[in-house]
């Protein structure tokens, strides 16, 4: 049997991987529990934190919100017509074919961007990432290809339902086991909006919940600038970031940078420490 000593953190993953980034969390977890008893052969992956962006964890609670979001958001951004909000309604509350009892169903077996509403669709920023990376692999010591995405493999996912099988069952077991988790989402992000994750977490049920939810939101600062508001309790935060959309590292707020708060939450959270202001 061997141990890797090094601590393993999980990066911070977004939109899908919030709903895989738990599940492969915890069957980590599960294994070195197998492998310290001596019932298998393999090595110990220390894991230590898991950070997760703008995520689907669990789609009964957040797709409702999208409606919600669409009314009222913190940009003021009408997105649609009161009459698409009613039909929107009846396309959710529908029994039996509407989408709210379909996710049920799955966990028992516009015009304007959805990553930022500010902007229109054909925005081009953040740009795409797979020139750059694609140039810089062979400089790092990359031994594959970068893809950002594998469509086969998306697909099968989707025929499947799978995403819409909650995750948070395995995000709690993660908690519990002692791993650090900070969730983070950009308030201008419509398509995994700060309605629907704040509603996701309300629905955990771990050591932390309840001292979690007892919290109100604290101003989060980065070097005295106002960047988000925040609770954390124990091993477990939350922040949502102001003026980001989906892709949280990218924007900037006021004087600070692109992704200088986004780098604060990861420094902070890498160091093994609850979220903070500076």
């Not at 649609?80 to 009613?86: E, G, L, M, N, T």
């Not at 039909?87 to 169903?105: E, F, H, K, L, Y």
């Not at 989402?185 to 001292?211: H, K, P, Q, R, V």
């Not at 954390?232 to 006021?254: C, D, L, M, Q, T």
């Amino acid at each position: 049997m061997q141990h890797i000593r090094i601590p393993r953190h999980a990066p911070s993953v977004n939109k899908l991987l919030g709903h895989y980034g738990p599940v492969f969390a915890k069957y980590f977890l599960e294994q070195n529990a197998v492998i310290a008893a001596g019932t298998l052969s393999g090595r110990h992956l220390n894991l230590k934190t898991l950070g997760i962006g703008n995520g689907l964890t669990d789609g009964l609670t957040q797709y409702a919100t999208y409606i919600i979001y669409a009314q009222a958001n913190v940009y003021q951004v009408p997105l649609v017509s009161a009459d698409v909000i009613a039909q929107a309604n009846m396309s959710w509350s529908t029994p039996t074919t509407g989408c709210r009892d379909q996710i049920i169903a799955c966990n028992n077996g516009g015009s304007d961007a959805v990553y930022d509403i500010r902007s229109g669709l054909d925005d081009p920023y953040p740009p795409d990432l797979t020139t750059y990376l694609t140039e810089i692999g062979p400089q790092i010591g990359a031994d594959v290809v970068w893809a950002k995405a594998n469509h086969v493999v998306n697909g099968n996912f989707a025929l499947t339902g799978d995403w819409m099988r909650t995750s948070i069952p395995d995000l709690d077991f993660v908690i519990n086991s002692g791993v650090r988790v900070t969730l983070y989402d950009g308030d201008a992000d419509y398509i995994l909006n700060y309605y629907g994750i704040e509603a996701m977490i309300t629905a955990l049920s771990n050591e932390w919940s309840a001292e979690f939810n007892q919290q109100k939101f604290a101003p989060w600062t980065v070097g005295g600038h106002l960047a988000g508001q925040f609770k954390a309790a124990g091993g477990f935060s939350y922040v949502r970031i102001y003026e980001a959309g989906h892709e949280v590292p990218a924007y900037k707020n006021g004087t600070l940078q692109s992704g200088e708060a986004a780098l604060q939450m990861f420094q902070q959270t890498m160091a093994n420490k609850p979220l903070f202001s500076t």
